[in-house]
């Protein structure tokens, strides 16, 4: 027994000292430590080895099969190397060759949009407040001078999700919000969603982005309202943008003006380049871009202000609108389809 065990163990040795591939390794290592290899069969011969023999023999067999085991190990190591080296050697990486970029996604373009109008007012001195998406009747309507059954409410379409409470309709509510819990002088801004039922269409959509703003003081005029909005509409549109203010109608300013801007689309000249007239200003050459007025002192007294000591302005720009017109978009709905055509442009 112990003849054939030295026997076995110095046939594995020199067949692993001439192995060069790992194939035949595999080989060696089934031929000899396998369930069907020559060390297994020499176990279980082990009840005809006499008993008082069996535990020399049992611990010679186990020195061999480790040899064997190290020796193999090693060989595929050095095997392994050998095959890393060839491969670093033939495949070598040219580090002065450009990498390939990953691609990554970027802001959505009202994103963009938004960040740039809350940047521009942020440098004009004005903070950033949020406020909740689901409202209550008071704050969305009867604290901005709103009351129950005024015609007004018919203008926003209202989703309601309670009798008192509902999607808000614009972002004005975070005024009253902010005016319920601070003293002025206040310089404010109010991003956010809003929502109001009416068409699905190329310029209008259930769901869509506001911007409001309020400045509140001692001695506010219309003229600094007009100062701000016309700095806003120039840094964002241009310096060379055209601005005016036409009377109008809102029902927490008083008094309320829209917002016109020279056409971005024909250079405020109301002629497309072929010389037809503009589709997107319908030939005046001016383009309504936001709603604003001076805080009505009645919005004051729901809040605690006295309106005689303090006045202020208010304004609220959709920025879908101010997307579209900055790019040249045609179809509000291109914003919400996720279509990455479109997406990717931005």
Not at 140 to 152: Q, S, V, W, Y
Not at 282 to 296: M, N, V
Not at 313 to 330: P, Q, S
Request: with cysteine; proline share 6%; glycine share 8%.
């Amino acid at each position: 027994m112990r003849s054939d065990l030295e026997r076995i163990r110095q046939a594995a040795l020199a067949d692993l000292e001439r192995c060069e591939e790992g194939a035949a390794l595999e080989e060696i290592r089934v031929r000899y430590l396998g369930r069907k290899g020559e060390l297994t069969a020499v176990l279980r011969g082990m009840r005809e080895v006499p008993e008082a023999e069996r535990p020399a023999i049992g611990e010679l067999v186990n020195t061999i099969k480790a040899e064997v085991e190290e020796r193999i190990d090693a060989i595929r190591r050095r095997l392994e190397d050998v095959r890393l080296a060839m491969s670093l050697a033939e495949e070598r990486l040219d580090v002065t060759l450009p990498g390939i970029r990953v691609p990554h996604g970027h802001l959505h373009p009202l994103a963009q949009v938004l960040d740039e109008v809350v940047g521009i007012f942020v440098e004009m001195g004005f903070g950033v407040e949020e406020g909740p998406e689901i409202e209550d009747d008071y704050h969305n309507f009867e604290a901005l001078n709103i009351p129950r059954d005024h015609p007004a409410r018919d203008m926003h379409d209202t989703f309601f999700v309670t009798d008192d409470r509902v999607l808000r309709t614009h972002t004005s509510p975070v005024q009253i919000r902010v005016m319920e819990t601070r003293q002025p002088p206040l310089r404010v801004i109010a991003p956010g969603a809003v929502f109001r039922q009416g068409d699905d269409d190329a310029t209008h959509s259930p769901t869509f982005h506001q911007v409001e703003g309020f400045l509140v003081d001692r001695a506010i005029t219309f003229g600094d309202l007009k100062g701000v909005l016309s700095e806003f509409l120039r840094r964002f549109f241009g310096p060379e943008t055209r601005v005016r203010f036409r009377p109008s109608f809102f029902p927490f300013t008083e008094p309320s003006a829209e917002v016109d801007i020279g056409c971005v689309m024909c250079a405020a000249s109301g002629k497309q380049a072929d010389g037809a007239p503009c589709r997107v200003c319908k030939r005046s050459g001016w383009l309504e871009i936001l709603g604003s007025g001076l805080i009505d002192p009645n919005v004051f007294h729901f809040v605690g202000y006295d309106p005689e000591l303090f006045s202020g302005f208010a304004f609220g720009l959709g920025v879908e609108r101010l997307a579209m017109l900055k790019h040249g978009i045609d179809d509000i709905r291109l914003f919400y389809e996720n279509d990455l055509r479109f997406l990717r442009q931005f």
